[in-house]
């Protein structure tokens, strides 16, 4: 982003990565693409010129920066409160909205006719009494309640396919772990799950939730379905080598 005091977006999204699998960030960034977010910023606390290169196709596009993060002392997961805090200043004026999550989460509207950008639209129009700038009166952050992936532990191979309900097409609904799209303008601190003390609004979970890859036992689960369009298009950039 040239310069960050310009409204650029209406929805974005950060994350940060260390030794994550390449293939799994970009089954991420292609399926948000195509949800309605319209820039990404990856945080990298190693390998700064791994990710810059590998993802090359979405920097050059604009569509994705990729941000040096390496600490010498890095330990997983203890840098991510700052990326969260560093993006959350980064995107206060040139982004409406912004995804905080990982690259092993999926936000997934129930309505499979609707993507994460409608959801979040509806919700916004629904929660205000009008809506001039399209904020809510509070700036309470929108809170996604976590489904962790109900299918027995396995090694995913991340590059069979860009559509995450091949690899598990089943949830589990947890109080655990929610996570936050938030409007950087109306949102002093951003936690890595939820608020704490804060108020937030709740996404009702006949909206939207959020599919979360993480190893688990449970077998048994609610079965969803993927958009049509978006299950087309996700396979088909996989089978054609689309990218960008």
């Known amino acids: 982003i040239p310069r960050f005091l310009e409204k650029r977006y209406f929805l974005s999204m950060c994350t940060s990565v260390s030794n994550s ?4 960030v970009k089954m991420w960034l292609y399926y948000y693409y195509y949800h309605g977010v319209e820039h990404v910023t990856i945080m990298a606390n190693e390998g ?28 997983a997961f203890k840098e991510q409160q700052v990326a969260h805090q560093i993006c959350n200043r ?13 690259i092993d989460e999926f936000f997934l509207p129930l309505n499979v006719s609707e993507r994460i950008v409608d959801v979040l639209q509806d919700t916004i129009v629904s929660t205000l009494p009008h ?17 962790f992936a ?21 949830y589990n609904l947890t109080a655990a772990r929610t996570k936050l799209i938030a409007s950087p303008l109306r949102t002093n601190y951003i936690q890595v799950h939820g608020l704490y ?12 939730i959020m599919l979360h890859f993480k190893q688990t036992r449970m077998n048994e689960g609610v079965h ?21």
């Not at 699998?21 to 799994?24: E, F």
């Not at 010129?49 to 941000?67: P, T, Y």
């Not at 379905?225 to 087309?232: A, G």
Request: hydrophobic letters at 35%; proline letters at 7%; charged letters at 25%.
């Open 197 to 208: 003390r804060e108020p937030t609004i709740d996404m009702s979970t006949s909206d939207m």
């Open 150 to 170: 109900a299918c027995f532990p396995k090694a995913y191979n991340w590059s069979q396919s860009y559509d995450p309900s091949f690899f598990c097409d089943k």
């Open 131 to 147: 809506v001039p700038s399209l904020y809510p009166p509070s700036g309470a952050p929108f809170v996604i309640a976590n489904g």
């Open 21 to 24: 699998n390449v293939d799994r």
């Open 224 to 244: 969803y379905e993927l958009n049509p369009d978006l299950k087309r298009i996700l396979n088909d950039t996989h089978s054609f080598d689309y990218g960008f």
């Open 48 to 75: 700064f010129n791994h990710w810059r290169e590998d993802l090359k196709a979405f920097v050059s596009r604009g569509v994705l920066d990729v941000v040096d993060m390496e600490y010498i002392n890095h330990e």
């Open 90 to 102: 980064h995107y206060r004026y040139a982004s409406q909205y912004v995804i905080y999550n990982d």
